[in-house]
């Protein structure tokens, strides 16, 4: 499914989110309160409105399909995680290309985006002072080096996708969320573009490479979960979801329907019906894969001989008022 569409395939475009963001997997106790419903069918009908159950981001809900226990350390017990050189070379590249459109079209060049792989690490430094260990054992700054240049090359890499020049992206690094039948879903939007016509596409840039067909649905699910809520806030159900893969220049499109995005509402209310179920009774259970090698908590992991941490009970108390555990489970199909 992949293509390397021209930019213009989307008319001609108008001026108008690595490093996990935290999010609650229940409602704090001082639960906001949004999507009031009108009571009663009169002029002074008052609204009611609806609890916030919980929250979940693609992110997050991709950390439960692939190992519970997982999802339990992130987002229940808040464990910290030991930095990678990886994930942080993304944020970095991510940084570079959410400014790159500060500047005025004709400046978008190369040569001025690779510029400020150096100023945008050191920002990064600076406000996570803990991930100079990347670089510990590095004391002649040979690494480092070589590691911003590799940063350089895919700031490079995506201007062989696509002509900053010749766009004005409508949102960036947005940050969407909507409440729907209680569950919050947000998360952070890469890119948006809108044509003139008001067509959306949806772009999330990714450094490494492009996945294989059997791995596709995987990659595109945080696409469809932004697109469901672009859609439940704006009416309008995105033209294009569209991955962008810098380390091999290459990209994944794909075109969603408004009936595909009922369907997979529907596999996110599963899913968080899964999550409260699990947190409920405190069962979170590993689910070895190759994924173990880059996770952080294998120590606490029983999988890997480890014992996890007594589980919060604090989280177990505030998913009792969830109506939807009383109603039978409906596996995720995704
Ligand atoms: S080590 Fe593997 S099974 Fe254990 S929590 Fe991490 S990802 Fe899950």
């Known amino acids: 499914m992949t293509e390397t569409t021209d930019v213009t395939d989307l008319g001609s475009?108008?001026?108008?989110?690595?490093?996990?963001?935290?999010?609650?997997?229940?409602?704090?106790?001082?639960?906001?309160?949004?999507?009031?419903?009108?009571?009663?069918?009169?002029?002074?009908?008052?609204?009611?409105?609806v609890a916030i159950v919980g929250s979940l981001s693609p992110s997050r809900a991709s950390d439960f399909k692939t190992c519970p226990l997982l999802y339990r350390f992130r987002t229940i017990d808040r464990l910290p995680e030991t930095p990678t050189r990886a994930a942080t070379r993304g944020t970095v590249v991510h940084?570079?290309?959410?400014?790159?459109?500060?500047l005025p079209a004709?400046?978008?060049?190369?040569?001025?985006?690779?510029?400020?792989?150096?100023?945008?690490?050191?920002?990064?430094?600076?406000?996570?002072?803990?991930?100079?260990?990347?670089?510990?054992?590095?004391?002649?700054?040979?690494?480092?080096?070589?590691?911003?240049?590799?940063?350089?090359?895919?700031?490079?890499?995506?201007?062989?996708?696509?002509?900053?020049?010749?766009?004005?992206?409508?949102?960036?690094?947005?940050?969407?969320?909507?409440?729907?039948?209680g569950l919050r879903l947000r998360g952070y939007v890469d890119r948006i573009d809108e044509s003139a016509d008001g067509e959306l596409r949806v772009i999330d840039y990714k450094t490494g490479s492009i996945?294989?067909?059997?791995?596709?649905?995987?990659?595109?699910?945080?696409?469809?979960?932004?697109?469901?809520?672009?859609?439940?806030?704006?009416?309008?159900?995105?033209?294009?979801l569209r991955l962008m893969y810098l380390a091999d220049s290459d990209t994944l499109s794909y075109q969603p329907d408004a009936e595909e995005l009922v369907r997979f509402e529907k596999t996110i209310q599963a899913i968080w019906q899964a999550i409260a179920r699990a947190t409920l009774i405190g069962d979170f259970r590993p689910s070895p894969s190759r994924l173990c090698d880059w996770c952080s908590h294998q120590a606490l992991c029983p999988a890997k001989g480890g014992t996890p941490p007594p589980f919060p009970t604090e989280a177990l108390a505030k998913v009792g008022d969830d109506r939807r555990l009383a109603e039978p489970v409906v596996e995720p199909e995704v």
């Not at 985006?113 to 700054?141: H, I, K, M, R, Y």
């Open 13 to 49: 475009m108008r001026p108008a989110e690595d490093a996990p963001r935290p999010e609650s997997p229940v409602a704090p106790a001082s639960a906001t309160w949004s999507a009031p419903v009108p009571v009663g069918d009169g002029p002074l009908a008052t609204p009611l409105p």
């Open 95 to 102: 940084s570079v290309l959410e400014q790159l459109y500060d």
């Open 106 to 181: 004709a400046d978008r060049t190369v040569e001025a985006a690779q510029a400020t792989v150096q100023p945008a690490w050191q920002q990064l430094l600076e406000a996570n002072p803990e991930l100079s260990q990347l670089f510990d054992a590095d004391a002649e700054g040979v690494e480092l080096a070589g590691w911003l240049e590799s940063a350089r090359d895919l700031v490079a890499n995506y201007f062989a996708l696509e002509d900053p020049r010749r766009l004005e992206p409508s949102a960036r690094e947005q940050l969407v969320e909507v409440v729907l039948d």
């Open 211 to 240: 996945p294989r067909e059997a791995f596709e649905a995987k990659a595109l699910f945080q696409m469809k979960f932004y697109a469901l809520v672009l859609w439940r806030t704006r009416g309008v159900v995105p033209r294009q």
